[in-house]
């Protein structure tokens, strides 16, 4: 096999397992919800692209390929799209037509965001990450505190400014300034957190409160803030002419937007019990929301997995290691396996509660305090394996990045595919939950088999790598064509849509009369 046919294959491997490490992913965050749940497919689509990527220069920043991935696609958890999908099941081409063009902009700022993210992983010099240690592990510390004494509920309640999460990012602008002033050495990294959080707040204040935008009223308007910061991400890529990841984020913003306004048709498909569906009895009663969430992961995975894997894999020049890697590889370890676990994990025990699925008391204590023993137990375990790690005293550890980096993967995959079927079994009796849990065990399962087929031998380097300032990234003209597509199958999926039934699919909302009505 030459050495092109080998890169080839080597690519489209990697492209496969992000799509079905995003979907798996995806269908975890639909169990848990939010920005919490969004970080595990954020992390598994960074580690698919790190370990399918053949390059060692990757390999050694697969916890930081993670970790900018679990931290770039949690962002997008804030917007709410419940009720976008309501109004493409309508029977109004006007609000079918809106609400995949609005489910567009959700897809697209998601994964454009998240790519962005994870792309500052790859393009950027270990000195420049290394930097973000400290202000990271502050803001995490003060966003704790104020869930933890209550004062986030309490802000909330008292100024919902559209039931959006302004605290967070107005509580990020301040701890980066107040950081930056402290410590200078790291105000490059608390000037990126300061602009987006800037960035969040002007998007919110222009598009909501002076232009009087509202996506879903009345429900959150969270993503007018992510409009401002996506905005304010990609004009920083630009004063760093740092084309390269400006160009996987506009590959991701493109691919999230079609990933999402093409899996919500497939849920109107089986709402409308369309075809297939509707005659064959194996098809029906099956949770076709569960559909839609896991063909946004796969499409989206495809998206950004071929802009890295395809585009940047072969020709991006390694970043600079100018600085031994040290306290964000930690940092990162003990989000990943420590905060990302307990912040959505905790849920099971409380849904367990909710239905009655477990006892009030046992032995006089409250069922919760037994669980929280087993939780800080199991806490304590991973945080002594990586301080041990750290200090290089842990044979349980492969010895190359590229095995500590499968290691990881397979860890928070199965972690987060047994953690949602524990939560999930006592519905397990319905056939559509139990559909679900069968494609999450069967995709988890072929994700495996494709990590653990891989070499650990890098890959051919090209004659030339370039720059991520060069020109060479810049969207060629089939990009610019996608785009310019886009309105055509907005349209194309809303009359379809509108043709598979004369009345409104169940869930639908209007989203122009209740404005006219107003």
């Known amino acids: ?74 962002f997008g958890g804030q917007m709410s799209y419940g009720r976008v999908i309501g109004y493409t099941a309508s029977s109004s081409l006007p609000d079918v037509a809106y609400g995949y063009a609005s489910l567009f902009l959700i897809g697209g700022l998601w994964a454009g965001i998240g790519a962005a993210i994870l792309a500052l992983s790859v393009t950027q010099s270990r000195s420049y990450l290394e930097s973000f240690t400290g202000p990271l592990v502050i803001l995490w510390l003060v966003w704790f505190a104020m869930d933890f004494s209550g004062l986030t509920a309490w802000l909330a309640d008292s100024w919902s400014f559209n039931d959006t999460d302004w605290f967070a990012a107005l509580s990020a602008l301040l701890v980066a300034g107040l950081y930056a002033a402290i410590i200078p050495r790291h105000r490059q990294a608390c000037f990126f957190i300061m602009l987006l959080a800037g960035g969040w707040l002007a998007g919110y204040v222009i598009l909501t409160e002076l232009l009087s935008l509202h996506m879903t009223p009345p429900r959150s308007d969270n993503w007018s803030g992510c409009v401002g910061l996506f905005i304010a991400i990609v004009f ?15 590959c991701g913003f493109l691919t999230g937007g079609i990933g999402f306004a093409v899996g919500d048709f497939f849920n109107m498909l089986g709402r409308a019990q369309w075809g297939p569906i509707g005659s064959l009895s194996a098809l029906q009663g099956l949770d076709y929301w569960k559909w839609m969430e896991q063909l946004f992961g796969l499409i989206m995975g495809i998206g950004v997995g071929l802009a890295f894997l395809r585009f940047l894999r072969r020709n991006l020049i390694p970043p600079a290691e100018d600085k031994s890697s040290g306290n964000l590889n930690t940092v990162g ?38 669980f929280l023993l087993v939780g800080f137990l199991l806490s304590a375990m991973v ?9 290089q005293e842990l044979p349980l550890a492969p010895s190359s990045a590229f095995g500590r980096g499968q290691l990881l993967f397979l860890i928070i995959l199965w972690i987060a595919v047994v953690g949602a079927f524990v939560q999930a079994f006592p519905g397990m009796a319905r056939k559509g939950v139990f559909f679900v849990h069968a494609t999450f065990w069967i995709t988890g399962g072929i994700c495996s088999l494709i990590v653990l087929s891989l070499s650990d031998k890098p890959g051919s380097k090209p004659e030339q790598q370039l720059a991520a300032s060069d020109y060479f990234w810049k969207p060629g003209v089939r990009h610019w064509i996608g785009w310019l597509l886009i309105p055509v199958l907005i349209i194309l999926l809303a009359y379809l849509t509108v043709s598979l039934d004369e009345e409104p ?4 909302h209007l989203r ?7």
């Open 383 to 391: 945080l002594i394996a990586i301080i041990r790690h750290r200090r």
């Open 236 to 250: 920083y890529l630009i004063y760093q002419q740092n084309r390269a990841a400006l160009k996987v984020a506009l």
């Open 1 to 74: 096999m030459d050495t092109k046919t080998h890169t080839s294959g080597l690519a489209l491997v990697g492209i496969i397992l992000s799509a079905l490490a995003m979907s798996v992913g995806w269908g975890f965050r639909g169990d848990y919800g939010h920005e919490a749940g969004a970080m595990v497919p954020g992390a598994l689509l960074g580690l698919s692209i790190c370990l399918a990527s053949g390059r060692q220069d990757w390999w050694q920043r697969a916890t930081i390929m993670a970790m900018c991935g679990a931290i770039g696609w949690a």
């Open 333 to 370: 370890l003990v989000f990943l396996l420590l905060v990302m676990m307990w912040s959505n994990l905790y849920k099971n025990v409380r849904n367990w509660a909710k239905g009655n699925h477990i006892p009030e008391h046992f032995f006089g204590i409250p069922i919760q305090w037994w």
């Open 505 to 508: 699919l169940p869930g639908s």
């Open 512 to 518: 122009f009369e209740k404005t006219l009505q107003n």
